[in-house]
Antibody, heavy 118, light 112 residues
């Protein structure tokens, strides 16, 4: 069954760009039935939606991050990515990728911890 | 934005006894296809959130049948028929009807 796996640096310096990839296994990222989501959870806090990307490339971002965040799809590698620029310590979190669909069970990756520190 | 409100914040539970958590949304989560876009997750200590219920009442694969979800529109409930010690953790509801996707603040379940 479909699985998602986040990957990327676990440590990013302040003011730099956080870049994460979510690899989709045993399923196609190109299906119009699904959309792809990034969610994050700061240490000891609740869950926050970062953004979503739909078939065709439409994106929606958390307004609090909108000027710094970009989500994109790489169909050739069956991946989607998150880029968050100008990071600060407040961006330290576990980042999760997820697949959602109008008629599909949600699926999440296991998450990856990103720490922003010099 | 759809605001998700969970109650209670904390729930001391007795093994073998039932427990329930409420989740209310500021707008109806019922879509025209008949699905309610409401998920329930359990985050056990030190682990990632695990899906328990989706579409308000569909139990996810591998989830024990002591967990059930009910409700429609704006009022939803997660019920545990008989609490087990391994059910401790933080429970979250989440709406996926529209962006921004939003979460309840969480309910921490502890064993008495």
């Amino acid at each position: 069954q479909l699985q998602l796996q986040e990957s990327g640096p676990g440590l990013v310096k302040p003011s730099e760009t956080l870049s994460l990839t979510c690899t989709v296994s045993d399923g196609s990222i190109s299906s119009s039935s699904y959309y792809w989501v990034w969610i994050r959870q700061p240490p000891g806090k609740g869950l926050d939606w970062v953004g979503s990307i739909y078939y065709g490339g439409n994106t929606y971002y958390n307004p609090s991050l909108k000027s710094r965040v970009t989500i994109s799809v790489d169909t050739s590698n069956n991946q989607f990515s998150l880029s968050l620029s100008s990071v600060t310590a407040a961006d330290t979190a576990v980042y999760y990728c997820s697949r959602r669909g109008i008629a599909a069970r949600p699926i999440w990756g296991q998450g990856t911890l990103v720490t922003v520190s010099s | 934005d759809i605001v998700m409100t969970q109650s209670p914040l904390s729930l001391p539970a007795t093994p073998g006894e039932p427990a329930s958590i409420s989740c209310r949304s500021s707008q109806s989560l019922l879509y025209s296809n008949g699905n309610n876009y409401l998920d329930w997750y359990l985050q056990k200590p030190g682990q990632s959130p695990q899906l328990l219920i989706y579409f308000g009442s569909n139990r996810a694969s591998g989830v024990p049948d002591r967990f059930s979800g009910s409700g429609s529109g704006t009022d939803f409930t997660l019920k545990i028929s008989k609490v087990e010690p391994e059910d401790v953790g933080v429970y979250y509801c989440m709406q996926a009807l529209q962006n921004p996707l939003t979460f309840g603040g969480g309910t921490k379940v502890e064993i008495k």
